[in-house]
């Protein structure tokens, strides 16, 4: 009896099939249906997913063969795999020097005729064989071979699609535990952050409105400096929070919204100031989720208002739809994007150096969570600017199904 070679590449290869943790698991109906249509085609009694370990043949499937492994130093899947890309085929293993006084030869389960296509993996590492065995000498046609090539491929498809549903859920499992962190790092941020910094903010605005004659201008301005720069943090903390935060959108209850009085209470939270023009789409209706548009619209809207050095702000909402999709626009007179710049506002933490109205800094977490909720709603958002002159950001939302 000749024993089976060991590949070049054996540690490599062991490696490779450890990867797919699927030796020692339980079987599997699709590879057990694999195995008997290759028994079916080829006539044979016996049919075989066959995976190479470092000392045994271990048998994922095994249909009409009662043992599910053998020594490797005996299997005829050991010297099949040597030879990747190939059908290994032996008619009449008594007549095969190679195999005619091996045990499973001589003795049960009698292997008289075998033929096992090498289950290569992407990487090129053959993992073991799909196999076929008759206890009589057997030739196949052209069909069958064909068939058992095919067949063999499809046992690597399934083992491929094991290993990326395994390594899905590890990283389901990483996200959850990645979510889990930053929820207890927003619980600290709001106790051990937001509190120390809306006392600094009470404490100046009280001094100042108590004291202001007890400091001279200078110190006025270093007053409004530390309230600033508190404002500051305090809406970069916000911004950080409302940005994580934005995730569970499926979670939000979707409803049918009167655009009217959306946009009307919508203006009750923002500080539109009195030289600002508004024009929004009144008579009409559509059905989403409230909540994640009045955030999209009061970061735009915001911003529209922040970054406009106009005598009159001018704003203009507009709505289209078509069977699948809304399509918002929201247009300002404010002083514009660089064409340059067009992707990177959309990106968390980016800034373009430029302050508002009130010479505040951007957090750059704005318009990086506007496109988050607006990607989360199946849709997307884009930005078109003249220079000084006008800024359009156009987006669409996927239509909800209404159950109404």
Known sequence: MEKPKIPANEKERLDALQDYHILDTLPEDVLDNIAKLASYI????????????????????????????????????????????????????????????????????????????????????????????????????????????????????????????????????????????????????????????????????????????????????????????????????????????????TLLQSETIELNGFFTSMFELIKVPENAEIIFPQQQSIYSKRNVLKQIFINLITNSIRYNDKEKLLISIGLTEDENFYYFSLSDNGIGINETDSEKIFELFSTLNKTDQQGAYSTGIGLATVKKLITNLHGEINVSSIKGIETTFRFSIKKLPDHS
């Open 42 to 249: 080829c006539n044979t009694p016996i049919a075989l997913v066959s995976l190479i370990d470092r000392d045994r043949q271990w048998f994922k499937s095994h249909i009409g063969l009662a043992a599910t492994e053998t020594p490797r130093e005996l299997a005829f899947c050991a010297h099949a795999i040597n030879y990747p890309g190939q059908l290994f085929i032996v008619p009449d293993s008594r007549l095969d020097s190679r195999f005619a006084d091996n045990p499973l030869v001589t003795g049960a389960p009698n292997v008289v005729f075998y033929a096992g296509v090498p289950l290569v993996n992407p990487d090129g590492f053959s993992l073991g064989t799909l196999c076929i065995i008759d206890n009589q000498p057997k030739n196949l046609n052209n069909e069958q071979k064909e068939a058992l090539s095919v067949l063999a491929q499809q046992v690597i498809n399934v083992f491929e699609l094991r290993k990326i549903n395994r390594e899905y859920a590890l990283a389901k499992k990483i996200l959850e535990e990645r979510n889990s962190d930053l929820e207890k790092f927003a619980s600290v941020v709001s106790h051990d952050i937001k509190s120390p910094l809306s006392n600094i903010i009470s404490f100046v605005d009280l001094f100042k409105m108590r004291y202001v004659n007890l400091v001279d201008e200078k110190g006025v301005k270093m007053l409004n400096l530390i309230s600033r720069v508190s404002y500051n943090l305090k809406d970069l903390v916000d911004g950080i929070l409302s940005y994580y935060r934005s995730d569970p959108i």
